[in-house]
């Protein structure tokens, strides 16, 4: 297959399931609006070229170049990366992780599913999402506060099941309550 159409296949397949997620999670609007980043040059452009459908060409380009120019760029761009949110912090007198608004930590799990559900196709389980989040927490740089909604959002997808998930997430986003 086109390597054009496959990236712009899988990407658009992502983002309608992310737009599904987001809906059962009562943010719509984001959802609509997510990864609309990825239809621009700068990130759909490296995406086919290091498209192979089965993982992210982020990786790809990275392994090729020591680098992602379309991750830089998407990252920057799109808050419910976690790596969106670093700041300097006076405090400690460096750049550090900052806490997420909630909607976007949902935007988040909503997003992780998906790529799972997309990556792994009929090897996705309700635990895949969490199985990934845990096995690279050693080496992610995130908010502690915002790192644990994340795992116990993902471990109700896992032990409880999507609708359960979802409804908790749309009680937390109708609450608006900070986390």
């Not at 399931?17 to 609006?33: K, P």
Request: glycine letters at 6%; a positive charge.
């Amino acid at each position: 297959m086109n390597k054009v159409i496959g990236h712009f296949r899988v990407i658009t397949r992502h983002r309608h399931a992310v737009i599904r997620n987001c809906r059962r999670a009562g943010i719509l609007w984001q959802g609509l609006r997510h990864d609309l980043s990825k239809y621009s040059p700068s990130e759909f452009i490296p995406g086919a070229r290091y498209f192979v459908g089965t993982r992210s060409p982020n990786e790809l380009e990275r392994k090729a170049k020591g680098y992602s120019a379309a991750w830089l760029h998407h990252k920057g761009r799109n808050k419910h990366h976690f790596e969106y949110w670093s700041d300097y912090i006076p405090v400690e007198r460096r750049v550090g992780p900052v806490k997420m608004p909630l909607r976007y930590v949902i935007e988040m799990v909503c997003d992780r599913m998906a790529a799972s559900k997309i990556y792994l196709g009929d090897a996705y389980t309700d635990s895949s999402a969490l199985d990934y989040f845990v096995r690279g927490k050693s080496h992610r740089t995130i908010h502690p506060e915002t790192s644990a909604l994340c795992e116990k959002l993902l471990t109700m997808v896992a032990d409880e099941g999507e609708d359960k998930a979802f409804a908790y997430m749309r009680k937390l986003i109708k609450e608006n309550k900070e986390y």
